[in-house]
């Protein structure tokens, strides 16, 4: 009973953490969205269930529904070499994947090769320990001074060694990528980089649930790393791709969850995402500090950047601008100081920040270089007397 009880405080906590950031709360379900009444219904029961009472009912409904061959259930294999054995000459509408991600070797590309058996519309149903859960259920198995010490060990062989050049193979070699700890946002993601979009996601049985849709195949990149300098993919001058360096103030894989912060979060002043959770702690402070902008005086050096201009944009936030403010913004090389700051009232809207850069980019295109020589002093003085900060 105590087990419960403390598996449901996890959740409640975990949920409570990520709400506080802006996150959505993960109680409200979006199966409405799936239109397949008896993939809806498997989903939905499965919802209601614990994980080991759903786990057989999902065996049993194979064996009798209709579709049984369209479901795949449940999948244990921890490679992606097995888990390619497993599925081979299989093409399941709806797969599911009892063991945990965190335990998985290779998770990226288990999930590609999930992505690639599974059809366009169908469906992955996964889950898995979440760093804030692992560190709650230290917490409460070990007195206060041992669980600190189990905690902090847990996070520089879990989250720091496989990050750092100088530690990652021998960690690879020792853990062969299994166990890892993963923040909930890295988790999703990983899915949208593999090609899915989540349809719900849900904190129960003291772990992290997620029901995803595949949308497309997956992407073809560079996996990112947790090096402390990131590259950037973004729209250069005549919208052509160019690859921005800051240092990170994100989760890793951040950026492949854009769309689904988009559409689950509104924007705030300046056109940003509101308590846009993907920030880490050390994050918020080097964007206040503005620290993590300075990797991109290499951009500047490279000429791919100017020093005053527009904000380099990811290709999702890029379309999201009119066609006419497009087809304006890559006339001129984006740049580090953005017109937004040399407002003396911060725009509210992504209408008013598109209006800012327009006034910028008609009067650059007349006047280059005193143009650029009054916004740069007017946005100094704005960081420096106004106090504007970047979030």
Same mark, same amino acid.
């Given at each position: 009973?105590?087990?419960g009880l403390f598996?449901?405080q996890?959740?409640?906590?975990?949920?409570?953490?990520?709400t506080?950031?802006?996150?959505?709360? $993960?109680?409200?379900?979006?199966?409405?969205d799936?239109?397949?009444?008896e993939?809806?219904?498997?989903?939905?029961?499965?919802?209601?269930?614990?994980?080991k009472?759903?786990?057989?009912?999902?065996?049993s409904?194979?064996?009798?529904?209709?579709?049984?061959?369209?479901f795949?259930?449940p999948?244990?294999?921890?490679?992606?070499?097995?888990l390619? =054995?497993?599925?081979?000459?299989?093409t399941p509408?709806v797969?599911?994947?009892?063991?945990?991600?965190?335990?998985?070797e290779?998770?990226?590309?288990?999930?590609?090769t999930?992505?690639?058996?599974l059809?366009?519309?169908?469906?992955?149903?996964?889950?898995?320990?979440?760093?804030?859960?692992?560190?709650?259920?230290?917490?409460q198995r070990?007195?206060w001074g041992?669980a600190?010490v189990?905690?902090? $060990?847990?996070?520089?062989?879990?989250?720091?060694?496989?990050?750092?050049?100088?530690t990652?193979k021998?960690?690879?070699?020792v853990?062969?990528?299994?166990?890892?700890?993963?923040?909930?946002?890295?988790?999703?993601?990983?899915?949208?980089?593999a090609?899915y979009?989540v349809?719900?996601?849900q904190?129960?049985? $003291?772990?992290?649930f997620v029901?995803?849709?595949?949308?497309h195949?997956?992407?073809?990149?560079?996996?990112p790393?947790?090096?402390?300098?990131?590259?950037?993919?973004?729209v250069?001058? $005549?919208g052509?791709?160019?690859?921005?360096?800051k240092?990170?103030?994100?989760?890793?894989?951040?950026? =492949?969850?854009?769309p689904y912060? =988009?559409r689950?979060?509104?924007l705030?002043r300046?056109g940003?995402?509101?308590n846009?959770?993907?920030?880490n702690?050390?994050?918020?402070?080097?964007?206040?500090?503005?620290?993590?902008?300075?990797?991109?005086?290499?951009n500047?050096?490279?000429?791919?950047l100017?020093?005053v201009?527009?904000?380099?944009?990811?290709r999702h936030y890029y379309?999201? =601008?009119?066609?006419?403010?497009q087809?304006?913004?890559i006339?001129?090389?984006?740049?580090?100081?953005p017109?937004?700051y040399?407002?003396?009232?911060?725009?509210e809207?992504l209408?008013e920040v598109q209006?800012?850069?327009?006034?910028?980019?008609?009067?650059?295109?007349?006047?280059?270089?005193?143009?650029?020589?009054k916004?740069?002093?007017?946005?100094?003085?704005?960081?420096?007397?106004r106090?504007k900060?970047?979030?």
């Amino acid at each position: 009973m105590k087990k419960g009880l403390f598996q449901l405080q996890y959740e409640l906590d975990e949920v409570r953490t990520y709400t506080e950031n802006g996150a959505d709360a $993960g109680a409200k379900l979006y199966l409405d969205d799936i239109g397949d009444e008896e993939v809806r219904r498997e989903f939905e029961s499965v919802m209601q269930m614990s994980y080991k009472e759903a786990l057989r009912w999902l065996g049993s409904e194979r064996a009798t529904s209709d579709k049984a061959k369209s479901f795949a259930v449940p999948f244990t294999t921890h490679t992606p070499e097995a888990l390619e =054995y497993r599925l081979s000459g299989v093409t399941p509408q709806v797969l599911f994947v009892s063991r945990p991600l965190h335990t998985i070797e290779r998770l990226d590309e288990y999930l590609y090769t999930i992505s690639n058996h599974l059809p366009i519309g169908g469906y992955l149903w996964c889950h898995s320990m979440t760093a804030v859960l692992k560190r709650k259920l230290l917490l409460q198995r070990y007195p206060w001074g041992v669980a600190h010490v189990l905690i902090a $060990g847990d996070y520089l062989w879990h989250r720091v060694c496989p990050k750092l050049a100088l530690t990652r193979k021998f960690y690879f070699a020792v853990s062969r990528g299994s166990k890892r700890t993963y923040n909930r946002v890295e988790i999703l993601g990983r899915l949208y980089r593999a090609g899915y979009e989540v349809v719900d996601e849900q904190f129960r049985d $003291g772990e992290f649930f997620v029901i995803a849709r595949k949308e497309h195949k997956p992407v073809d990149d560079t996996p990112p790393t947790g090096s402390p300098i990131i590259h950037l993919r973004r729209v250069g001058l $005549g919208g052509k791709e160019i690859v921005v360096h800051k240092f990170r103030t994100m989760y890793s894989y951040s950026e =492949y969850i854009q769309p689904y912060i =988009y559409r689950y979060q509104s924007l705030e002043r300046g056109g940003k995402f509101k308590n846009d959770y993907r920030v880490n702690i050390w994050g918020r402070i080097l964007r206040r500090t503005w620290l993590d902008e300075l990797p991109m005086l290499w951009n500047v050096l490279r000429g791919d950047l100017k020093l005053v201009g527009v904000r380099p944009l990811s290709r999702h936030y890029y379309n999201l =601008y009119s066609d006419e403010m497009q087809q304006l913004r890559i006339k001129v090389k984006p740049g580090m100081l953005p017109p937004f700051y040399y407002e003396r009232h911060t725009p509210e809207t992504l209408e008013e920040v598109q209006q800012s850069e327009r006034r910028y980019l008609e009067a650059y295109l007349k006047h280059p270089f005193a143009t650029d020589w009054k916004y740069f002093w007017g946005i100094v003085g704005n960081i420096l007397f106004r106090r504007k900060r970047s979030k």
